[in-house]
Nanobody, 120 residues
Framework: QVQLVESGGGLVQAGGSLRLSCAAS????????LGWFRQAPGKERDFVAR????????DYADSVKGRFTISRETANNTVYLQMNSLKPEDTAVYYC?????????????WGRGTQVNVSS
């Protein structure tokens, strides 16, 4: 089992920045991808960004490329999502998720989410 706890959400004006954190604990040694997803009211959960546990590879949704940066601090098993130039359409609940090396394309572990609100 892997436990994920997000933090860092809040209210920010358009054009501002926020940094989300996701603390991973438990059996993290089998982790392959650590990802961020988001879900806006009335919409499906969408992929935002992901990074491999060894930090060699990172991917982003087109809607956030150039504005968001995902990173991982190995010392404390924390994944960050630096969000710059925020837009009102970035408003959503942001979730951290993890997949294992056995099934790398299935996110088996999820956090409870952190709310991000971007005002215009």
């Amino acid at each position: 089992q892997v436990q994920l706890v997000e933090s860092g959400g809040g209210l920010v004006q358009a054009g501002g920045s926020l940094r989300l954190s996701c603390a991973a604990s438990g059996r993290t040694y089998n982790t392959y991808w650590l990802g961020w997803f988001r879900q806006a009211p009335g919409k499906e959960r969408d992929f935002v960004a992901r990074i491999t546990w060894d930090t060699r590879t990172a991917d982003y949704a087109d809607s956030v490329k150039g504005r968001f940066t995902i990173s991982r601090e190995t010392a404390n098993n924390t994944v960050y999502l630096q969000m710059n130039s925020l837009k009102p359409e970035d408003t959503a609940v942001y979730y951290c998720a993890a997949s294992s090396v056995l099934r790398p394309n299935m996110y088996a572990y999820w956090g409870r989410g952190t709310q991000v609100n971007v005002s215009s």
